[in-house]
Nanobody, 121 residues
Framework: QVQLVESGGGLVLAGGSLRLSCVGSRRTFSSNAMGWFRQSPGKEREFVAAISAESDSTYVAGSVKERFTISRYNAKAKVYLQLNRLKPEDTAVYYC??????????????WGQGTKVTVSA
């Protein structure tokens, strides 16, 4: 069973930065693609960013492309999402997710509990 635990959320002023972290299961982490999703109240879940198992391919949603960066450190079984120049509309619960296989495209089977990001104006 893949377990994912996010951290790093919190309250930040608009224009500020946060780094979200997610630690996964060491046994499977390095062979799985990882992704970040977010969901705001009353909105659909949004696919924010993803990274292949070998870090050779990444995806970042157009709405945040100039401000968010995804990275991973397989030796520590961690994936990160750097959030810069945050806006109030970035307020959401951010979820880390994992999928079997190394490519980031596809269905994400495993999910963390989420970490809440609140951006105040």
């Amino acid at each position: 069973q893949v377990q994912l635990v996010e951290s790093g959320g919190g309250l930040v002023l608009a224009g500020g930065s946060l780094r979200l972290s997610c630690v996964g299961s060491r046994r499977t982490f390095s062979s799985n693609a990882m992704g970040w999703f977010r969901q705001s109240p009353g909105k659909e879940r949004e696919f924010v960013a993803a990274i292949s198992a070998e870090s050779d391919s990444t995806y970042v949603a157009g709405s945040v492309k100039e401000r968010f960066t995804i990275s991973r450190y397989n030796a520590k079984a961690k994936v990160y999402l750097q959030l810069n120049r945050l806006k109030p509309e970035d307020t959401a619960v951010y979820y880390c997710a994992s999928k079997d296989g190394g490519t980031w495209r596809g269905i994400y089977e495993y999910w963390g509990q989420g970490t809440k990001v609140t951006v105040s104006a």
